[in-house]
């Protein structure tokens, strides 16, 4: 079974550029986050989504992040201007039940913000 | 109330020694509490999980000590070897909400 894929694996872009994070989940997961880990710190809970819908997207900084899961099966998340704060690794993950336990992360995508 | 602190930040053992990684939380409606490894350039993977009404979980190595009234939780790592080297990260959950890490733990195994 494929694990989660994510797209691309390191970006590196100027501050105050747009840049673009795509996950593909497990077949038949319905559930899909997307975390920032810090470096030296661990995973912190972007926005989830069950099916298309985003249940939880209290910690996504409004104001220059979005994110969209269209058909409830891939999911990009989008950063329009980057900062320099922005620098990190983003994880995708997914779970096969609501609110799931047991979360599968993909490898992630660095993201060095220059 | 929402955080989880983990402890020690790093940490050096050699082949066939028992680390043991500690982890701490206020939320007492907490009700799963895994843990996670994670290793260079991967996303963590769930290695093991634990809920409150047991105080103890084993599986192969790995064993998970609970005490709910100290609101403590930790990792020991039996026999450990030069490939359990990655960073562990405890987490709690409490239901639907999400799931709340720790700050990880560097372990390096010298063989």
């Known amino acids: 079974e494929a694990g989660v894929v994510q797209s691309p694996r390191y970006k590196i872009i100027e501050k105050k550029q747009p840049v673009a994070f795509w996950c593909n989940p497990i077949?038949?997961?319905?559930?899909l986050y997307w975390y920032r880990q810090n470096l030296g710190q661990g995973p912190e809970l972007l926005i989830r989504y069950e099916n298309e819908e985003a249940v939880d997207d209290s910690q996504l900084p409004k104001d220059r992040f979005s994110a969209e899961r269209l058909k409830g099966v891939d999911s990009t998340l989008k950063i329009q201007p980057a900062e320099l704060g922005d620098s990190a690794v983003y994880l995708c993950a997914s779970s096969p039940l609501a609110g799931g336990e047991t979360q599968y992360f993909g490898p992630g995508t660095r993201l060095l913000v220059l | 109330q929402q955080q989880v602190k983990q402890s020690p930040q790093s940490l050096i053992v050699q082949k066939g020694g028992i680390p043991i990684i500690n982890c701490a939380y206020e939320?007492?409606?907490?009700?799963?509490f895994p843990w996670y490894q994670q290793f260079p350039g991967k996303g963590p993977a769930l290695l093991i999980a634990i809920r409150p009404d047991v105080s103890e979980k084993k599986e192969g190595r790995f064993t998970i000590s609970f005490n709910k009234s100290a609101k403590q939780f930790s990792l020991h790592i039996m026999d450990s070897q030069p490939g359990d080297s990655a960073t562990y990260f405890c987490?709690?959950?409490?239901?639907?909400?999400?799931?709340?890490f720790g700050q990880g733990t560097r372990l390096t195994i010298n063989p």
């Open positions: 077949s038949g997961h319905n559930t």
């Open positions: 939320n007492t409606a907490f009700d799963y």
């Open positions: 987490a709690a959950k409490r239901g639907a909400q999400k799931l709340v």
